[in-house]
Nanobody, 119 residues
C-alpha cells in the first residue's frame, strides 16, 4: 500500500489548509486511516483518525478546528485544518492500517508534508 500526502505549506495564524492523502488501495478496505504529526523535538502524535466503520477520533488540541473526511471515488483521505495556530506547525503524516492476513494488521505511512503556521 502506498500513501501520498500533499497539501502542506505556510499559513498565517487563523488560516486554513487542506491536506490530502491518496492511497493505492481501496480506502474502505483499511481498518483505519489517520493523520499524525511530529513537531521538532517531539514525538509523533495522532491528529485525527477514521475507522472503516466511519468512527472518527480527534486529538483534543484540534477538536472543533480540524475535520477528517474521505472520498472513496478518489481513494483519498482529507484533513481540513481551520483556525490554525503556530503550535500546529509540524510534519503531517498519513497512516493507513490494512489487513495483510485475515488477522494481522500492518501500518503503512505516507512520506509526510510540512505545515508551518506563522505570521
Amino acid at each position: 500500500v502506498q500513501l501520498q500526502a500533499s497539501g502542506g505549506g505556510l499559513a498565517q495564524p487563523g488560516g486554513s489548509l487542506r491536506l490530502s492523502c491518496a492511497a493505492s488501495e481501496n480506502i474502505f478496505s483499511a481498518n483505519a486511516l489517520g493523520w499524525y504529526r511530529q513537531a521538532p523535538g517531539k514525538q509523533r502524535e495522532l491528529v485525527a483518525r477514521i475507522t472503516s466503520g466511519g468512527i472518527i477520533d480527534y486529538a483534543d488540541a484540534v477538536k472543533g478546528r480540524f475535520t477528517i473526511s474521505r472520498d472513496g471515488a478518489k481513494n483519498t483521505v482529507f484533513l481540513q485544518m481551520n483556525s490554525l495556530k503556530p503550535e500546529d506547525t509540524a510534519v503531517y503524516y498519513c497512516k493507513g492500517t490494512y489487513y495483510v492476513t485475515s488477522s494481522r494488521l500492518y501500518d503503512y505511512w505516507g512520506q509526510g508534508t510540512q505545515v508551518t503556521v506563522s505570521s
